[in-house]
């Protein structure tokens, strides 16, 4: 094992991904400034996951907290009282934290894991809800999707058209949007035998016709492998083509305002003389995931842990993870919510994702770069925003929100937290209206509404300018409203000031809660 080849490996994942603007730039980085700067461990993983059989195609959720893969180890009553390798099959195995081990696999169940068939885990989305799944179609491989409802997963289901064609369809990973999935094909229309190509969703659970991703990214070899990290830009992928070491090895590369970077070959541990395929890591980039051959020719599942020196200015990747859970205000059971993820400031829809109905947990990767508002929705309750604004410069960073829904009845009552004005000002920034939009919606479906937008500020000013600011921000929303169809009689504007404060205005964090605009029912029948 090469000392040299790790420490740039891992610095390359750690710190210069994020900032990776020119090929050339890298270069010199890694020679000069990053030298020493990671530890690594690497280790296979122990008898929780690996066997005596083959395991391999390892992915991971964002978190780093389950882990599945393909195993041949005995599967049904004949095979395990015989010691004899099964059929392909996809297990899983959870831990609560990442500094745990792994427990236990166990199979995933019947309804994905058909004793007749030969099943392989691709991708899973950040969040662990859905998965796909490889199927050799008597040599046509296509890809399947499965999708966590509750605590069942439903039976796999074809991806379709245009993803799946009578070309054969192998690897793929979903971006961090869960909507624009990259895949493999050695379909007509590429450069090479095997290409790595990228289609999107539409509304409508359609996909588009898949474009090549062309080079540097593509050879007249084939490519195989792909992932895509949870910070949306950065891909993984294996390739005959590129210069490497033999068969397959792994490359990264690096998108910057629609343009690929140059692949770079990860060298070792994770490239050999043989083939190697898949690399999948935590949204933290602090561990990864791939198989390889030891030297009883089995394959296994091995860790690699990135130690940096956190000296350096750069800790990980540019992106947030943002981990919740979505209950009732009331019962505190879980719910089954939609969450809609917004670009405040083009006003354009991220993604949709959902939180688990048996558990209401959630889990969304917010790559660095934008002014995200999140807005949570469940019939029958009053929606709940929150906001991440989220630099270039925004480091990894791990949240975790709890969201109570409330009932939409009279007194209930809600922050609108991606409402923004100007510094003393009353005047609407134009990153507000998405969320005014949404109250707009709520507004229209439930036409017996009849609600109260509030105003409030800190303490910094005097009492009355206080009060005068705050009614005038009332009013902004409300004329914003009103402009959008709603009639005025079914709103009232309410400047509070600085009397009714939900934090101290002793700390800046505290004051910064206290601003803000309200929006409270104030009846549900019409009069």
């Given at each position: 094992?090469?000392?040299?080849?790790?420490?740039?490996?891992?610095?390359?994942?750690?710190?210069?991904?994020?900032?990776?603007?020119?090929?050339?730039?890298?270069?010199?980085?890694?020679?000069?400034?990053?030298?020493?700067?990671?530890?690594?461990?690497?280790?296979?993983?122990?008898?929780?996951?690996?066997?005596?059989?083959?395991?391999?195609?390892?992915?991971?959720?964002?978190?780093?907290?389950?882990?599945?893969?393909?195993?041949?180890?005995?599967?049904?009553?004949?095979?395990?009282?015989?010691?004899?390798?099964?059929?392909?099959?996809?297990?899983?195995?959870?831990?609560?934290?990442?500094?745990?081990?792994?427990?236990?696999?166990?199979?995933?169940?019947?309804?994905?894991?058909?004793?007749?068939?030969?099943?392989?885990?691709?991708?899973?989305?950040?969040?662990?809800?859905?998965?796909?799944?490889?199927?050799?179609?008597?040599?046509?491989?296509?890809?399947?999707?499965?999708?966590?409802?509750?605590?069942?997963?439903?039976?796999?289901?074809?991806?379709?058209?245009?993803?799946?064609?009578?070309?054969?369809?192998?690897?793929?990973?979903?971006?961090?949007?869960?909507?624009?999935?990259?895949?493999?094909?050695?379909?007509?229309?590429?450069?090479?035998?095997?290409?790595?190509?990228?289609?999107?969703?539409?509304?409508?659970?359609?996909?588009?016709?898949?474009?090549?991703?062309?080079?540097?990214?593509?050879?007249?070899?084939?490519?195989?492998?792909?992932?895509?990290?949870?910070?949306?830009?950065?891909?993984?992928?294996?390739?005959?083509?590129?210069?490497?070491?033999?068969?397959?090895?792994?490359?990264?590369?690096?998108?910057?305002?629609?343009?690929?970077?140059?692949?770079?070959?990860?060298?070792?541990?994770?490239?050999?003389?043989?083939?190697?395929?898949?690399?999948?890591?935590?949204?933290?980039?602090?561990?990864?995931?791939?198989?390889?051959?030891?030297?009883?020719k089995d394959k296994d599942i091995y860790e690699l842990e990135f130690i940096p020196n956190f000296q350096l200015k750069n800790k990980g990747p540019k992106l947030a993870l943002v981990k919740g859970i979505v209950i009732d205000a009331e019962t505190k059971n879980p719910i089954g919510a939609k969450i809609n993820v917004i670009d405040n400031e083009k006003n354009n829809p991220i993604g949709e994702y959902k939180s688990n109905e048996a558990t209401g947990n959630f889990l969304i990767s917010l790559p660095s770069g934008k002014n995200?508002?999140?807005?949570?929705?469940?019939?029958?309750?009053?929606?709940?925003?929150?906001?991440?604004?989220?630099?270039?410069?925004?480091?990894?960073?791990?949240?975790?929100?709890?969201?109570?829904?409330?009932?939409?009845?009279?007194?209930?009552?809600?922050?609108?937290?991606?409402?923004?004005?100007?510094?003393?000002?009353?005047?609407?920034?134009?990153?507000?209206?998405?969320?005014?939009?949404?109250?707009?919606?709520?507004?229209?479906?439930?036409?017996?509404?009849?609600?109260?937008?509030?105003?409030?500020?800190?303490?910094?000013?005097?009492?009355?300018?206080?009060?005068?600011?705050?009614?005038?921000?009332?009013?902004?929303?409300?004329?914003?409203?009103?402009?959008?169809?709603?009639?005025?009689?079914?709103?009232?504007?309410?400047?509070?000031?600085?009397?009714?404060?939900?934090?101290?205005?002793?700390?800046?964090?505290?004051?910064?809660?206290?601003?803000?605009?309200?929006?409270?029912?104030?009846?549900?029948?019409?009069?």
């Open positions: 094992m090469k000392m040299k080849s790790i420490v740039s490996f891992c610095t390359f994942i750690l710190f210069v991904l994020p900032i990776l603007a020119q090929q050339k730039k890298f270069k010199q980085q890694r020679t000069s400034e990053f030298n020493d700067s990671v530890k690594i461990v690497t280790k296979k993983l122990g008898l929780n996951i690996n066997s005596k059989f083959d395991e391999y195609a390892p992915i991971v959720t964002a978190d780093g907290l389950q882990l599945f893969f393909t195993s041949r180890r005995p599967f049904t009553d004949k095979e395990i009282k015989k010691e004899k390798s099964s059929k392909e099959k996809i297990y899983i195995s959870t831990r609560k934290s990442d500094k745990d081990e792994w427990n236990p696999a166990v199979p995933l169940p019947p309804s994905i894991n058909d004793p007749l068939k030969n099943i392989s885990d691709i991708a899973i989305t950040n969040d662990g809800q859905k998965l796909l799944i490889y199927f050799d179609d008597e040599g046509n491989g296509e890809i399947y999707e499965s999708e966590l409802k509750g605590t069942e997963w439903t039976s796999p289901k074809s991806i379709g058209f245009p993803i799946n064609t009578e070309y054969h369809e192998s690897s793929a990973s979903f971006a961090p949007d869960g909507k624009t999935l990259y895949f493999v094909s050695n379909r007509k229309g590429g450069i090479g035998g095997r290409d790595i190509w990228m289609s999107t969703r539409t509304p409508d659970g359609k996909w588009t016709t898949p474009i090549n991703l062309g080079e540097p990214i593509n050879t007249p070899d084939d490519e195989e492998g792909v992932f895509i990290h949870p910070d949306g830009k950065t891909m993984f992928f294996s390739s005959k083509g590129h210069k490497g070491k033999g068969g397959y090895d792994v490359f990264v590369s690096v998108n910057d305002e629609g343009h690929w970077s140059d692949p770079i070959n990860l060298g070792e541990p994770v490239n050999g003389p043989g083939d190697d395929v898949f690399l999948v890591l935590t949204a933290n980039g602090k561990k990864g995931y791939f198989s390889s051959e030891g030297s009883s995200y508002g999140l807005n949570v929705n469940a019939e029958g309750y009053m929606f709940h925003s929150e906001n991440f604004n989220l630099p270039d410069s925004a480091q990894f960073k791990e949240y975790f929100i709890k969201i109570e829904l409330k009932k939409l009845k009279e007194g209930t009552k809600v922050i609108l937290k991606n409402i923004f004005f100007d510094y003393d000002k009353a005047t609407l920034r134009p990153e507000s209206y998405p969320e005014l939009d949404r109250v707009v919606e709520l507004l229209n479906q439930n036409p017996n509404l009849k609600v109260e937008i509030s105003g409030h500020t800190d303490s910094k000013g005097s009492d009355e300018y206080n009060l005068k600011l705050s009614q005038l921000r009332a009013k902004s929303v409300v004329d914003y409203i009103i402009s959008k169809g709603i009639p005025a009689n079914k709103l009232i504007a309410k400047g509070y000031g600085e009397t009714q404060p939900i934090d101290t205005n002793d700390t800046e964090e505290g004051r910064q809660n206290n601003r803000r605009v309200e929006f409270k029912v104030l009846s549900t029948e019409a009069k």
